[in-house]
Structures are given as structure tokens and as C-alpha cells.
């Protein structure tokens, strides 16, 4: 009860007041068209004629919702004075999709068009009803209250069901007109509250609208989760290869300087292709037209071996079959598997050559990172997010292959992919 009352306070209240007030005066251009059917037919009984002039008025209301662009200014207007959060409409395309498969987005869009026309028909009717409602109390009563000349005083007042309130300036008369100035203020209330309620069932995302919007925003997630996975695996092993090089090149500084430059260098370049890369993704991420996407495939895997051995790795690659054969996304994913496991390998190895296996086979590519495990000797450690494996499971699953990370005897761990190949037809 206390909010309600609060309700006649606030100023959105009114805004959707005249929200509605403002489609029952722009449906008035429409009247002089909606009565030329009445005026064709004089010899029609005066009911007769009103009742046709209503219908012929609201048919032409019903066909101005039937345009977009009516719904787009509704949508725009809703927001802003009554409120309410509501999307702007979007196109809903139809998609390919068999006989059997039930009513396509496009074919419930077209059954949902008729919730604006219905809008626009309760917009103007309760936006009637209430002005001249609202309108009629809150003039009597400013009336009563506001009518300084003593002449005019004794003549204004309002009738209602046979009972009269004078403007004779008496407290009764006085309390009468503020009744009055309250309840036109509170059907203005009771407007504004019945458009709020009416606008996201009408105005609001039709079912088809839903399923497109749940479609793009699948899309969206989908393609900035391929971001993160692209992300953590460029960055973290670039981060984690430049931290053990700077850590070597600071070793062998004063002992080794041409060694502690090539560090340096390799920081450089590992750095510089994570910097690609991270201009990529968060281009990608503020909706910016990003250059093209860094494509890092088998080809590139000597380069990243030797950025390895330059971060102090000790690498032995086992390479068979045609790798550069080898379709461009199957290679694309194989590389940033490779990378991860090599990440690993350098974060969690405690030294030891790392063997890399990688055999291109007519129906399959094999992968597989094997490190040595144990105790550190060393005073470094990297943090892990936990988002490595799983990411390289999720991928592997969307290629449809298989992944197996454990022990591999008591001293060494082992990643182990098969991908199959697709064979062309």
C-alpha cells in the first residue's frame, strides 16, 4: 500500500502516463479516414454509424502495427518512458531444416506479428480512457480549488451520479477537489503500472526472437571460448618459455654473455608472436575489425621447438608421415596441443629431455609429450590456472579424437592424442 502511494510521487510514473496519453493522441490523424465508411452511408441508424466508425478506426490502428517500423518506434518509446528493458528486435532467418521438423523461426515470427497490433489497440484505448478519465478528476478539482473570482466560484464545480460538489470555498468542497486531483493521479498510476505489465508480453521478445537471440549468443560464447583456448595457449606458453629464459640469461650473464643474447632474443621473438596473437583475440573480444587471425600450424612446430631449447629445454622430436599434408584446422589444433603440452612439460618437468612425438598416418595423427616428473631441484615454480587440460579435452572432443594424460611409469608423464584424419572425397 505504501509503495503505491510512493508511486504517485515519482516522475516515471507520469512519463508512462504520457505514454499512453501520447498513442491515444496520435491515433486521432486516423479518425477522419475511419468515419468516411459511416458518411458513405447515411440512410445507417447513428449507432450504427459510430459503431462502424470505431471498427473501420481500429482496423486502421491494427494495420499501422503490422509495419515495423511502427514496433522498432514502440519498442524506443516503452523504454524510455515506461521503463522497462526491452530489446530491440532483431531478424530472424530461416533456417535450412527438413519437412518434418516443425514451424521454422520465420513461420512463428510471422504468427507472433500480430502481439503488436494488439499493443496498439490496448495503447490507444487505455490511453483514452484514461485522459478523459484522469483528465476530467484533475481539472474539477484543480478547478474547485483554483478558481480565485468570486462570481465564477459560485458556478464551478463537477456533478457526479446526481450529487454536486460547488467550488464555495468551505473545507468539505476543498478536501472533495483534492479527492478528485488524487484519484486522477492515481489512474495516471494504474495506466503507467498496466502498460508495464502489458509491454514485455507484447512488445517483448516474440519465440522465435528468443530462439534467435539464444542462438547468437551460443555463437558468441562459442567463439569467445575458441578465443580463451587460443589465448591461454599462446600467452601461457609464451610466458612461461620467456620466464625460464630470462631466468637462464640472468645464470649465464657474466659467464656466457653471447648465450644470455640469445635468451634475449628468443624472449624477443616468442614475445612478439604472443603480442600477435593477443592483438587478434582482443580485437575480436571489443567487436573491432581484427586483422587476421595468427594461423600457427605443423609447419611452425621447429620454431616452436627451438624457442624450447632456448628457454633450456632439452628437446627430442620424433617426426613421421607427410605432416604438411595434413588439413589446416587438424594442423592448426595439433600445434596448439603440442604447445600446451610442452607448456606443461616445461612448468611441472624437473628436467631431462622432453620427447615429442608426432606421426601423420593416412587415417590419423598421433600426438604425444613425454617429460620427466619429480621433485624440483630448482627455486622455480609457475602457477597454473587448471584451465590447460580440460581446454586440450574440449578440443580434442570437438575433433572427435581421443586424449589420454597420466603417468607413464614411475618416472615420467604423458600426454597422448590420436586425431582422425577426414579423408577427402
Not at 495506466?191 to 514485455?200: D, E, F, I, V
Not at 599434408?325 to 612448468?347: D, K, M, P, W
Not at 611441472?348 to 615429442?356: A, E, F, L, M
Request: hydrophobic content about 45%; aromatic content about 4%.
Amino acid at each position: 500500500m505504501i509503495r503505491r502511494i510512493r508511486s504517485l510521487s515519482r516522475g516515471s510514473t507520469y512519463s508512462g502516463a504520457l505514454f499512453g496519453f501520447c498513442g491515444a493522441l496520435a491515433s486521432l490523424p486516423l479518425l477522419p479516414f475511419a468515419a468516411l465508411p459511416a458518411l458513405a452511408w447515411p440512410s445507417a441508424s447513428y449507432m450504427v454509424r459510430v459503431v462502424l466508425t470505431v471498427l473501420v478506426w481500429a482496423v486502421l490502428i491494427g494495420l499501422i502495427g503490422l509495419a515495423r517500423p511502427t514496433r522498432r518506434l514502440l519498442i524506443a518509446c516503452a523504454r524510455r518512458l515506461l521503463k522497462v528493458p526491452l530489446p530491440d528486435p532483431v531478424a530472424v532467418r530461416r533456417p535450412a531444416s527438413s519437412p518434418d521438423s516443425g514451424p521454422s523461426p520465420a513461420a512463428r515470427a510471422g504468427a507472433d506479428r500480430w502481439r503488436t497490433p494488439v499493443w496498439l489497440l490496448l495503447h490507444v484505448a487505455l490511453g483514452w480512457m484514461a485522459a478523459l478519465a484522469c483528465g476530467s478528476l484533475i481539472l474539477a478539482g484543480l478547478t474547485i480549488l483554483l478558481v480565485p473570482v468570486d462570481g465564477l466560484r459560485a458556478e464551478a464545480g463537477i456533478s457526479l451520479f446526481g450529487w454536486t460538489a460547488r467550488a464555495d470555498g468551505g473545507w468539505a468542497s476543498r478536501m472533495v477537489a483534492l479527492g478528485f486531483v488524487l484519484l486522477g493521479m492515481a489512474g495516471c498510476a494504474v495506466l503507467t503500472g498496466t502498460l508495464r505489465w502489458l509491454a514485455p508480453r507484447l512488445l517483448g521478445p516474440s519465440s522465435a526472437e528468443r530462439l534467435t537471440l539464444a542462438a547468437e549468443r551460443e555463437t558468441v560464447l562459442a567463439e569467445r571460448n575458441r578465443l580463451a583456448h587460443e589465448l591461454h595457449d599462446s600467452i601461457g606458453h609464451t610466458l612461461t618459455a620467456a620466464t625460464i629464459q630470462a631466468a637462464v640469461a640472468g645464470e649465464v650473464l657474466s659467464a656466457d654473455p653471447a648465450a644470455a643474447r640469445a635468451a634475449m632474443r628468443s624472449i624477443e621473438e616468442s614475445t612478439r608472436a604472443a603480442l600477435e596473437d593477443l592483438d587478434y583475440v582482443l580485437g575480436a573480444l571489443r567487436e573491432e575489425t581484427a586483422g587476421t587471425a595468427p594461423t600457427r600450424t605443423l609447419a611452425d612446430l621447429p620454431g616452436l621447438l627451438d624457442r624450447l631449447r632456448h628457454a633450456g629445454g632439452e628437446v627430442e622430436p620424433e617426426l613421421s608421415g607427410e605432416l604438411a599434408q595434413v588439413q589446416g584446422t587438424l594442423s592448426r589444433a595439433a600445434y596448439r596441443i603440442l604447445q600446451e603440452g610442452l607448456t606443461n612439460a616445461l612448468r611441472h618437468g624437473t628436467g631431462g629431455p622432453i620427447k615429442v612425438r608426432v606421426a601423420a598416418a593416412p587415417d590419423g595423427l598421433e600426438l604425444s609429450v613425454v617429460n620427466r616428473t619429480g621433485a624440483r631441484t630448482g627455486s622455480r615454480t609457475f602457477p597454473t590456472s587448471g584451465h590447460g587440460l580440460p581446454g586440450l579435452t574440449e578440443r580434442v572432443r570437438l575433433l572427435h579424437g581421443e586424449i589420454e594424460v597420466g603417468p607413464a611409469g614411475p618416472e615420467h608423464w604423458r600426454l597422448a592424442v590420436r586425431l582422425p584424419v577426414r579423408l577427402s572425397a
